[in-house]
């Protein structure tokens, strides 16, 4: 599929089933204390059986097309990790999951599920904001002998920093859509107005100082 019609196709789905949310005038405020006038949580999505689906069949059709095979596919804890095992299942492959962490109990496992040795394993996530999470992933699929090819993602706010991080980090990153697909198509649907496209392009240079309407 064309990645124009790819990202738009599934910017459609996110705003139609509220997984992104637009609220110029009602900024959320972000975990880091950010304030935004966007908030996404692709966990919706599998609610909602022909999103669910859609997601699922694409992340696995961007996986053929730019990463070809893997050995294993790996989500990232928590939000990945219902995308992961349904890619994984529509591809036949061995599935695992990466926490932020390695358990303070138990096995003190931070990976969870069996991962052999000098795996090619390719990583599901469902949002990139920073891109620090989803980067701790790869550091321990890597930590544990694993060749990571690369990460496929749902959505990407598309900072500047996260496209560093992964640069740093020597990963490709693929999403299926991004932020500048998900503001045309609330714009082309009348969710948004052009001077509300105008506030949160304005947003996005410098999200960590942005405070609100003027």
């Known amino acids: 599929m064309n990645t124009t019609s790819r990202a738009q196709r599934i910017a459609e789905a996110l ?3 509220k997984a992104v949310k637009l609220q110029p005038d009602a900024p959320f ?4 204390g950010w304030k935004s006038p966007i908030y996404c949580d692709n966990r919706v999505t599998l609610s909602y059986p022909e999103v669910r689906s859609l997601i699922k069949t694409e992340l696995a059709a961007a996986i053929r097309e730019e990463f070809g095979q893997p050995e294993v596919i790996a989500g990232v804890a928590t939000g990945a990790i219902a995308q992961g095992a349904l890619v994984a299942d529509l591809l036949g492959l ?3 999951y990466v ?5 303070d109990h138990g096995m003190g496992n931070q990976i ?4 052999p040795p000098a795996s090619r394993v390719l990583v599901i996530e469902d949002l990139i904001s920073t891109g620090g999470s989803s980067l701790k992933a790869v550091e321990a699929l890597r930590r544990a002998g694993s060749e990571v090819l690369g990460m496929v993602a749902v959505y990407t706010h598309g900072f500047p920093q996260a496209e560093e991080a992964f640069a740093a ?4 990153l693929v999403t299926l859509s991004h932020y500048d697909a998900v503001i ?3 714009l082309a649907t009348g969710y948004i107005s052009p001077e509300d496209e105008a506030l949160l392009k304005e947003w996005r240079k410098a999200p960590d100082q942005w405070t609100g309407r003027p």
Do not use: D, M
């Open 29 to 32: 405020t972000w975990a880091s």
């Open 15 to 17: 705003l139609k089933v």
């Open 94 to 96: 061995p599935f695992v």
């Open 112 to 115: 969870e599920g069996e991962l």
């Open 169 to 172: 980090a020597g990963l490709r």
């Open 99 to 103: 926490r932020p962490a390695a358990k």
């Open 184 to 186: 045309a198509q609330a």
